[in-house]
């Protein structure tokens, strides 16, 4: 079974019941393979994309455990060591686990974004989040203006939006 796979299916595991962060990771994850695609991304920064986007918010589940909330920095504090575990477990190895739990460290962190990996992840988070969270035209103008960079996020976020 293919890495990318087994990786789906212990994020699911992981978060067992609690279907909005099942249905979170897995549409992050759609919209980042999209925009990678699209943007032309090489197989391995692809492959590190996927891997992130499915264990970006891994660290929620921790924090909420730890501290009682979901806040980004607490996400990035616990969810390294929990993303690098689960990606040795679903055969992932060396370079690709840093880079991966680089971005779950940094994925609500908007400044020096460093790679087209990255600014993916976050344009990805972004146009699911603004959704979840019922954003307003405002917030999501604000949000395009800011966050988006890549010319498929763009137009993702522009069509998705109607802006």
């Known amino acids: 079974m293919e890495k990318l796979h087994i990786l789906k299916e212990?994020?699911?595991?992981?978060?067992?019941?609690?279907?909005?962060?099942?249905?979170?990771?897995?549409?992050?994850?759609?919209?980042?393979?999209?925009?990678?695609?699209?943007?032309?991304?090489?197989?391995?920064?692809?492959?590190?994309?996927?891997?992130?986007?499915?264990?970006?918010?891994?660290?929620?589940?921790?924090?909420?455990?730890?501290?009682?909330?979901?806040?980004?920095?607490?996400?990035?504090?616990?969810?390294?060591?929990?993303?690098?575990q689960i990606l040795k477990e679903s055969g992932y190895e060396g370079t690709l686990i840093d880079r991966v739990c680089y971005l779950v460290g940094h994925h609500h962190t908007y400044t020096d974004i460093d790679?087209?990996?990255?600014?993916?992840?976050?344009?990805?988070?972004?146009?699911?989040?603004?959704y979840e969270g019922g954003e307003s035209r405002e917030a999501i103008e604000h949000a395009y203006s800011g966050i988006f960079r890549t010319g498929a996020g763009q137009r993702l976020c522009r069509e998705v939006y109607g802006l």
Not at 55 to 79: F, M, N, R, T, W
Not at 115 to 130: K, M, P, S, T, W
Request: avoid cysteine.
């Open 10 to 84: 212990k994020m699911v595991k992981y978060y067992e019941g609690d279907p909005a962060r099942i249905h979170h990771f897995l549409k992050v994850h759609s919209f980042a393979k999209w925009i990678g695609e699209e943007e032309g991304l090489e197989s391995e920064t692809l492959e590190i994309l996927e891997a992130a986007a499915l264990v970006h918010d891994i660290g929620i589940k921790i924090a909420e455990e730890k501290y009682g909330s979901d806040a980004g920095p607490l996400q990035e504090k616990e969810g390294p060591a929990a993303a690098e």
């Open 115 to 130: 790679g087209a990996d990255y600014q993916i992840l976050v344009e990805a988070d972004f146009l699911v989040n603004l």
